[in-house]
């Protein structure tokens, strides 16, 4: 089955001129041919007649590449969909969604046998009763239970979901010109075809921390921005459907989308994203005379965090210490990574995470010829808007050598060892791994230390993720810009009126700690000439597995929503936030966890999916939305299920009152 | 060759699930069959892959109903292209641009026999060198010289080539949520597939001018919002491009998209349409510390002149009298209509303009068949925006019975009989023609007077389209809303600091006058349906003289090809270099562009006037970048038309003039 999905998901990406790939481009032009410079839209282009004349006569030809194509596009897509896509089978999950819900099975049709063709239809036909569930239905029950728009609804959407155009006109850039280079088909097509020019694009500049010189991405506008990630995909589509029936339009809905690879003080000095946040709030109060309701998503709830505070600064927004109260009815904070999320170090660190370590030793291999771990590594760090994610609150939150807060009983290896080392590198001269294993306390450090200068400084300036302990250094970090992603350095805006709604996923297997050992192709002397200060020199131990499964393949897991660990979503909502110095005036909190109860035969997980991305379709979540946006939000009623409480009390942070004692 | 065009057109249409439909289409969820109601997108729809693979085995009978597809595909074309997209040969154009520059020619491969194609490509090989002239060209040019992105630029564009998208989740919208109905693929498939819904969420309620229970229509946002129409037919784009060249990106570039169907006074009721341009305007300022550039094109610079009025008005906008004068830089205004468009009179009255008059009979059949007169006509009439561009001025403008200001030497017949007719109908006791011919004086009156009450009372309520003689009248006018779409009868603001650039384009035969005659099909009752206000009469196609002065019944005048030279020019050369319309003294300059069209481009090529083509014109892109880089003092004025002669004609004077 799954061999099937990839040789379609392979056939869709090579053939561009009818793929759907044009759907997700920002702009209707005819498809270019990549290899042609930019073209004018008016006529036919006489010499792409001829080349699909020949095209036709090269279908031998062509049903030999399609397995090339498919180890490029299905590693691609692990590459995509791994992040924060996540999780169990995402190569699987990622080419059903691209390779058959959409438009273009005509051409796979002159392709494909037709036996081939009636087994998949086979295996699919379960799935279409079971997915039913959720185009509008959840919004039709809610207007009929009389639930209709009030409050004015701003989404801000997570890391990577948000699509990024080209708007550079230098000759290499014309061809994108407005078509999206991360987050639809030209991207696939742009990374196949020509690997080295998309990095190009892609990556920030390491010293300024942005575009680099004759290069211009911007993230795409409006809902199309975050709706789809690519071709029936979707992210905040199944939420856009239940808000429209009970009444939102684009004149009371807006997506607030940002350029989510620069550091957040960029977001202001180049897009003044956080002024135009900031006026659309204030216009959606203006002309509905009601306050607005925010919805944030993973990374967008620490986006919003530190938006939070810049529009109250002197020197920066210069809201005043009411614009907060005065403007937003209610946060709804969903799978928030309000404590960042740890799958991120080892992304920055080696350009890896579960996803890849845990990928079998064929879709390795494919993956590392292609886009190797240095590159990977490389595209993260030239992400500074990544690295906000690092995890905060080192080992108060994550544990020290002895025990982590989210330790279970019976545990043989605490999960405070973040970074763990098997001997076999030391006795070599050159090795990068440290002679013990490391806290986060210390991997973070041990981060910087194998890593470019340039790193190093852009992310220590731009964020901080420490924990203050006293009242007295909350207030003066109020003032600083690298404290205001950390909720345990800086408190919530003095706005009792505000109400703020924790939603997330849990019980599912979310990666917690590693095992990593030297790199054998940079510390063999020679044979990686390319490896530069800083490249990784150590990668995950895929080769440690425990028989009890405690850690595979390098990788221990534990609990989350499978991207997002549960004290990173769970911490502050519960606790953190309940304390009077990180919410002094005592803003609502209600958190509302979700049991992750997948749908066997759902891709995306059904109805009743925890899962980190996924559960932006989740029915009883999108019910809350609606319920908080119509005006009913009181009525909504804490639920935690999971043992947050028990770790969060394990968390070494405590309010004044203790601390001082 | 027009027929292979016409042939690949239809087949465009007639493979929904392969074209690049989707490519204008909002959300990117899998193409969902319309007969089907709307399902998840996140796994495969089983049925759809059965229905394609019974699919693949009638591709003989989808070969058969090609030319049913061509015929409807076709026509359509001419309906949309042909009100404001214009003219010679609209159909063939479309079906050019559509069907052959786009992405999906493989499967026209696999339908069309290869002799077939190597004919198309012969023919269209010189096309391509010769359109290369235009991707990002002016922007490196201009760039080259030092042109840099400088003021924040804001774009509003024309009637109809904005995108209209569903946000509707009745039922019958649901399928179509996030799609466009009006700008897209997705548009020509529900208009083939089910013209009844199409036409159920196009047009507007007629009492309250707004979407019917149930419907709910938005505008696109952002820069997709009209920088195509449908997929490469440009509208937008290549200026954008050629900004985009200087350094303009989302952050201080903006397309203000409305709903053109609405009467200007709801786009704020409804929309907030004119407090968000405002809005914009302010944050732009805010941001860059300068003033803002207005670009607007076509009916877009009606609006535009409105907002001028609304935003400063105590009660609306509240600005203030400075409101302008501090946030506005420039206001260039593109082939703007700003009085109004004649083709809009034979639209609304019976369905028709120029475009469907001069179709061979074989393509009125099918387009009568398809979407008659009577149905074009309702659906003109329940978009009260497009009533909007009535002609502004009557006689004193337009002329009377016995000349017009833009009459020729040596003309037989007088421009100023608007609508004239030939005596045939006037023996029957229900004819529907009068008496005499009609001046614009009084073309309007008949047509309200063969309209529906409520297309009467909503159009005359929003939009006055009279003359103010004396600056006293003008600044009463000035505080009454109806009056803020017309020049003649409100003055510019109070804005001595700003600079209007006119760019027109001239020399493009433009309708001016028409023959009507009673409608056979509606007074000889075997049309059971026509009700009170169906058009009873149509233009007399019939009628044509030796000299080709009247061609099938519509005699042409001078302009852009869809607006007249007197609508365009009139303000902006003579109207405006009265103190009583622009007592602040508002530098205007005027650009004229002759139509020089590239015959082998379909398009028009660098040189076109055309009316929505000249948006991709050299020339016009060209000056765009030079404003917008802070260097519009240089531009001169050129006039190559007779605009001021006939300007002197028009019977409006300076109050001294008035009063003496």
Redesign the interface.
Known sequence: MSDLRRRIFGIGVN?P??T?A??????????QQDERP?????????????K??R??KNRATKRRNVWIFFVLGGLLGVLVAGFFATSNGGLDKLA??AG????????I??VLP?GL?QE??DL??P??DV??????AI??QARSEGVSARYPVIMIPGVISTGLES???EEQS?QY??KRLWGSWSMMRALVLDKTSWKRHIMLDPVTGLDPPGI?L??A????AA??F???Y?IW?KI??NL??IGY???NAFTAAYDWRLSYMNYEK???YF??LR?HIE?GK??SGLKVVLLSHSMGSQVLYYFLHWVEAEGYGNGGPSWVNDHIESWINISGCMLGALKDVPAVLSGEMRDTAQLNALAVYGLEKFLSRQERAEIFRRMPGISSMLPIGGEAVWGDHLSAPDDRPGQNITYGNFLSFRQSGNDSANSSTPSSNLTMGQALPYLFAHTQQWYRDATQQAYSRGVAHTRKVMEDNQHIPAKWINPLETRLPLAPDLKIYCFYGIGKPTERAYFYRDDPASSSPGSNSTAGDGDPRVMIDTSHSTPDNFVDRGVIMGEGDGTVNLLSTGYMCNKGWKMKRYNPAGIKVTTHEMRHEPDRF???GGPNTGDHVDIL?RSSLNDLILRIAGGQGDKIETKVYSDIMMYADKVKIYDDEVEEA
Do not use: C, H
């Open positions: 053939s001129d009818s759907p044009s759907s997700r481009d920002a702009s209707p032009a005819p498809a930019a073209n004018s839209y008016t006529v036919v282009p006489a010499a792409k007649l001829d699909l004349s095209k036709g059903d969604m058959l819900s959409d438009m273009n099975l005509d051409a049709l002159d037709a063709i998949v239809r699919q036909t799935e279409k997915v039913n569930y959720d185009s509008f919004g039709l708007w550079g006109t014309r010109f407005r211009k911007r993230a506008q409006g809902f199309d709706d789809f690519i071709t029936g979707w589509n856009l459907e429209a029936t339009d684009p004149t180049r897009d003044q002024t135009r006026n216009l203006q002309v759902s891709a995306r379709g």
